[in-house]
């Protein structure tokens, strides 16, 4: 003798009573038992309204735009960058220029060959002519 499997539960609704169908099998023997409605397959996704060539062309397009703006943003970010430095390369070369002025231009404590000396002036003098 083989051992009975039990069959699995299927969920009914309430207050129905299903039906017993028997079925007689080739070899004489008869099998009673409620019918099973067959599993019915998930329905298949609905097809796109657009192909898939037309929204990959689509992205590709947002993506080249993007590359776009980002290359604009880029060199208007160095040109900005270009001025600011040039700016900076001017301010100082006024400041050197102003510091080399003032020590070329500015008084100083120092002798130069331009200095007169009055009273060794006139003590040459008087000797000179004396």
């Known amino acids: 003798m083989t051992p009975v499997q039990a069959a699995p539960m299927v969920p009914m609704q309430p207050g129905t009573v299903p039906a017993v169908a028997t079925i007689v099998l080739p070899d004489g023997r008869v099998v009673s038992g409620y019918a099973i409605s067959p599993m019915q397959p998930e329905p298949l996704a609905a097809k796109p309204a657009v192909s898939r060539t037309t929204v990959n062309v689509a992205l590709g397009g947002v ?12 060199t208007s970010f160095v040109a ?8 900076l390369i001017s301010l100082a070369a006024v400041i050197f220029g102003g510091w080399i ?15 007169f000396h009055i ?3 006139v003590i040459k003098r008087n000797n000179f002519h004396g």
């Open 80 to 87: 900005a960058l270009t001025a600011f430095i040039t700016q």
């Open 101 to 115: 002025a003032v020590q070329t231009l500015g008084t100083s404590d120092h002798s130069g060959g331009n200095t």
């Open 63 to 74: 993506g080249f735009l993007a590359v776009c703006g980002g290359l604009l943003l880029l």
């Open 119 to 121: 009273r060794k002036a």
